[in-house]
């Protein structure tokens, strides 16, 4: 059985934003308060600001640490766990509602498409409280896949 090699691809911001952009399984990792790291699966989008996009509601841990430390990265994983991935660090601010619906609107819009009817959506966020966390990429390292160093292959 062949090899396959680990590759590491270069990507300007608009190419990053395109390969995030078709893939939603994420681990967002955010700062907590003594210095170490708090992951969370998450489903996220982009937004048509380039932004990673992620719901959640205000108590959880990750929207509290990102209210305090405006920081956050996710690793963006392909469907399949051996497909390429990419980490994004960047700027990150949490939306609570009122402010957070219409962005909540447009993070369904970037993972599902049209919602059957938004009045009914609008309406569920609103009585379940959500927030959203928005995250504008600052640095990110190549889109990479797992495999041999060249040097073995």
């Not at 396959?4 to 078709?22: H, M």
């Not at 790291?37 to 108590?59: F, H, I, M």
């Not at 619906?101 to 409280?129: C, K, N």
């Amino acid at each position: 059985m062949a090899r396959t090699i680990a590759t590491n691809t270069t990507v300007d911001r608009a190419a990053l934003t395109e390969f995030i952009s078709t893939r939603h399984h994420v681990i967002l990792l955010t700062p907590r308060r003594d210095g170490g790291w708090q992951g969370s699966p998450v489903t996220a989008g982009v937004d048509s600001a380039g932004r990673v996009v992620v719901s959640t509601y205000p108590e959880r841990a990750k929207a509290a640490n990102v209210a305090r430390g405006g920081k956050a990265s996710v690793i963006v994983l392909s469907e399949d766990f051996n497909g390429p991935w990419v980490q994004v660090d960047g700027d990150a601010e949490l939306l609570t509602l009122p402010d957070a619906l219409e962005p909540l609107v447009e993070y369904f819009r970037s993972i599902s498409g049209e919602h059957p009817d938004w009045d009914e959506y609008r309406s569920a966020m609103t009585t379940q409280g959500k927030a959203l966390i928005r995250i504008t990429p600052t640095r990110w390292g190549p889109v990479a896949t797992g495999g041999f160093p060249s040097r073995l292959v």
